[in-house]
């Protein structure tokens, strides 16, 4: 009687290592997923975001430019008027 009672303990605790050991890989698998899945929006994110700021700065760059180019025209022309007076 002992004998039988102590296979099924051996052959239960057998099994629950195997379910522990496939438990733990679930258990990696649901924590990695996700977090690889935010790491990898968080960089795209803030790729697109840096892309964003770079456009804007050119675009500002552009204007200032041409306001510089205006500025310029402008005051060339109040230097012809105040040359002829």
């Known amino acids: 009687?002992?004998?039988?009672?102590?296979?099924?303990?051996?052959?239960?605790?057998?099994?629950?290592?195997?379910?522990?050991?496939?438990?733990?890989?679930?258990?990696?698998?649901?924590?990695?997923?996700?977090?690889?899945?935010?790491?990898?929006?968080?960089?795209a994110f803030t790729a697109n975001v840096n892309q964003r700021f770079a456009d804007f700065q050119r675009a500002m760059d552009a204007r200032f430019v041409d306001l510089k180019d205006t500025w310029r025209s402008e005051l060339k022309r109040v230097e012809e008027v105040l040359e002829r007076a």
């Open 1 to 43: 009687m002992l004998g039988a009672s102590w296979t099924v303990f051996a052959h239960a605790f057998r099994y629950s290592e195997r379910r522990d050991a496939r438990s733990n890989e679930q258990l990696y698998l649901v924590i990695g997923i996700p977090l690889a899945l935010n790491v990898l929006l968080y960089l």
